[in-house]
C-alpha cells in the first residue's frame, strides 16, 4: 500500500507543463491496489482533470492511469470514470481513442457504450444528439452485432434533425455496416437520398459523399434514382456540391446502369466545358477521360 504521504505529494504537485502532468499520471497508473480508500476521491479528481487536458499525450497517460487503477477503486468511484468514459470516445486524437478503445473492451462495455449512443440519440438537447453521433462514429466497431441495427437506425433519424450541424455529422456517419438489417439498409438509402435535397448545400455535400463510399451496396433500379439525383446536382449553385457530384460519378463508373452511360456522359461533358468553376470544370475534365475508358 502506498503511503497517503506519497500519493499526497504526487497530487501537490504543481502540474502545469505537460511533462509533469505525464509523469504524475503515469506514476498514479503504476500504483494499482495501493491506494488507500481516503485517497481514491482525490486521485481520481487528479485523473479525470487530466483526461480532458488539451494536450493529447496528458490524455493517453489519464487513460493508461484510469485502466490500470479501475479495479483498485470502489463502485462509486468507478462509476465517475465511466461517464467519464463516454465522453473520452468523442476524443479527436487517435492514439488516445486507441487506448479508449481497449479500456472499453477490458471492462466489457461495448453494450453499455450502444445503449449511451440510443439515449443521446433521443435525447431533446441537440449538444447531445451531436455526441451520439461522435460516439457512434468512433466505437461503431465496438457495438455488439445484435445491436447495430437498432443503433444505425437510431441515429439516422438524426440525418433530418432541425439543427444543421446534427443533420451534417449524421449524414457522413451513414454507412452498411455488418449487421444492419435488409429492410434498415433500404431505410438507410432513402435517408440518404432525401439528403441530397437538402435545403442546405453541406448536408447535400456530405450526402454525396456518403452515397459514393457506400456505392457497393446499391443495385437494380435504386442506381437509376441515384445516378439522376447525381446529374442533378451537376448543376447545384454550390460549387463544392458539383464538384462532390462530378467526383462521386466517376468514381461510380463501374456501378453506372447500361441505359444511363450515355446521359451521364453527355452531361459530364457539359460541365468540363461549360462550368463557371475552375476545380469543377479540372475535375470534370478528369472524370470524363475516366468514363470514355470503361
Known amino acids: 500500500m502506498a503511503s497517503e504521504k506519497s500519493i499526497v505529494n504526487l497530487l501537490q504537485q504543481r502540474a502545469k507543463d505537460t511533462k509533469t502532468k505525464i509523469k504524475v499520471a503515469y506514476v498514479l497508473g503504476k500504483l494499482k491496489n495501493k491506494i488507500p480508500g481516503n485517497m481514491q476521491g482525490k486521485v481520481i479528481e487528479k485523473l479525470l482533470k487530466f483526461s480532458s487536458d488539451e494536450n493529447a499525450k496528458v490524455r493517453y497517460a489519464s487513460v493508461f492511469a484510469l485502466k490500470s487503477l479501475y479495479e483498485g477503486f470502489s463502485a462509486n468511484e468507478r462509476e465517475k470514470i465511466n461517464e467519464r468514459l463516454y465522453d473520452l470516445c468523442t476524443d479527436k486524437n487517435k492514439g488516445v481513442l486507441l487506448n479508449v478503445k481497449e479500456f472499453i473492451k477490458k471492462l466489457n462495455f461495448e453494450s453499455r457504450i450502444a445503449e449511451k449512443i440510443l439515449i443521446l440519440s433521443k435525447s431533446p438537447y441537440p449538444r447531445r444528439r451531436s455526441k451520439a453521433i461522435a460516439i457512434f462514429k468512433n466505437t461503431r466497431t465496438l457495438i455488439p452485432r445484435g445491436l447495430i441495427d437498432e443503433v444505425t437506425k437510431s441515429t439516422s433519424k438524426l440525418c433530418s434533425d432541425e439543427l444543421l450541424v446534427v443533420r451534417m455529422a ?34 447535400r455535400y456530405n450526402a454525396v459523399k456518403a452515397i459514393c463510399s457506400q456505392r457497393d451496396n446499391f443495385h437494380g433500379e435504386i442506381l437509376n434514382k441515384i445516378f439522376e439525383i447525381l446529374l442533378n446536382l451537376c448543376s447545384y449553385e454550390k460549387w463544392e456540391v458539383r464538384f462532390s457530384a462530378v467526383n462521386s460519378i466517376a468514381r461510380m463508373k463501374y456501378v453506372i446502369p447500361y441505359g444511363v452511360r450515355d446521359k451521364i456522359i453527355l452531361k459530364i461533358s457539359q460541365v468540363s466545358k461549360k462550368d463557371t468553376n475552375r476545380i469543377v470544370k479540372e475535375s470534370a475534365k478528369t472524370a470524363l477521360e475516366r468514363l470514355q475508358k470503361i
Open 170 to 203: 449524421a449524414v457522413k456517419e451513414i454507412k452498411y455496416d455488418s449487421g444492419v438489417l435488409v429492410n434498415t439498409q433500404e431505410k438507410l438509402t432513402n435517408v440518404l437520398l432525401n439528403a441530397c435535397s437538402d435545403r442546405r448545400w453541406i448536408v
